[in-house]
């Protein structure tokens, strides 16, 4: 019986169709660099932050500086999420469902984050900015008040400190994920992820588009918002709002040796 290959449709998205034949490759910057920086300084951020928080005591104070470091770091990759260069919006690698099954049946043929890591990041990020919410406003009644603390009830405070201790399990998890699945790329699929993330450079399906790389602008941007987000949470607008002082009322004088006081002529 003659059998007969069917063609991947050219209307079919170029993530979606069949991998059965060699896909041609092309060498790109992939990443650019201030997503780059980004994701080194948030690795050193996060495990300085773990490495205090658990450490507790004096290091709490360095606790909160990597706290205060992770915000602008998080604040940044939001808005570079938004107007950054082309793998680093979010709307290029956000996922749809029909992609992640895709993924899962190895049709996927795109450049950038894949559909499953895609949901790591984002995974992450929301953690991530969950963890450092809930500490800004934590305290912990021992060694730790949160620069932003006083601006919340004290029940409230002590509510979302536990929240925060509970996090950290569900970000001990996925950083967890995330390792595994990155051995699982370099070690069996042959991928290398590690080494694109130093230099930006990796080969991608012919048919991924070409990057195209964000203004000065959106980095002038992201980078104004990222030090705004530091100093509102650092909490030094608090200290620095100007104290009011209450208006004295005058005071009567009490009288001397038992009479009134006589109203005294002007001076001149």
Do not use: C
């Not at 658990?54 to 909160?64: D, N, S, T, Y």
């Not at 996927?108 to 992450?124: D, E, I, T």
């Not at 001990?172 to 991928?191: F, N, Q, R």
């Not at 991608?204 to 002038?220: I, K, S, Y």
Request: hydrophobic share 50%; proline share 8%.
């Amino acid at each position: 019986m003659e059998q007969t290959h069917t063609l991947p449709s050219s209307d079919a998205p170029a993530d979606l169709r069949p991998s059965a034949a060699p896909v041609a490759r092309q060498r790109i910057r992939l990443w650019d660099l201030p997503l780059r920086v980004f994701h080194w300084s948030l690795l050193a951020a996060v495990s300085a932050a773990i490495a205090t928080g658990l450490a507790g005591g004096e290091w709490m104070a360095l606790h909160a500086q990597a706290g205060l470091v992770i915000v602008g770091l998080l604040s940044f990759r939001i808005v570079w999420g938004l107007w950054g260069s082309t793998y680093a919006r979010f709307r290029t690698f956000v996922p749809s469902p029909a992609t992640v099954l895709a993924y899962l049946q190895g049709r996927w043929q795109g450049a950038g984050h894949n559909p499953l890591g895609a949901l790591s990041v984002l995974a992450l990020i929301g953690v991530l900015t969950a963890q450092v919410a809930t500490g800004l406003v934590g305290n912990d009644e021992i060694a730790f008040t949160g620069p932003l603390a006083s601006q919340v009830d004290e029940a409230l405070s002590l509510k979302l400190t536990g929240l925060h201790h509970q996090l950290v399990n569900v970000l001990y998890l996925l950083l967890g994920l995330h390792i595994v699945a990155i051995a699982v790329h370099v070690l069996i699929k042959k991928d290398p992820l590690v080494k694109p993330m130093v230099t930006g450079w990796k080969e991608v399906p012919a048919t991924a588009p070409l990057p195209r790389r964000a203004g000065p602008v959106a980095f002038v941007v992201a980078l104004a918002v990222a030090l705004a987000a530091v100093y509102g949470a650092s909490g030094q607008w608090i200290a620095s709002a100007p104290e009011q002082n209450p208006v004295s009322e005058p005071t009567a004088e009490a009288p001397q040796g038992g009479s009134a006081s006589q109203p005294q002529a002007p001076a001149w």
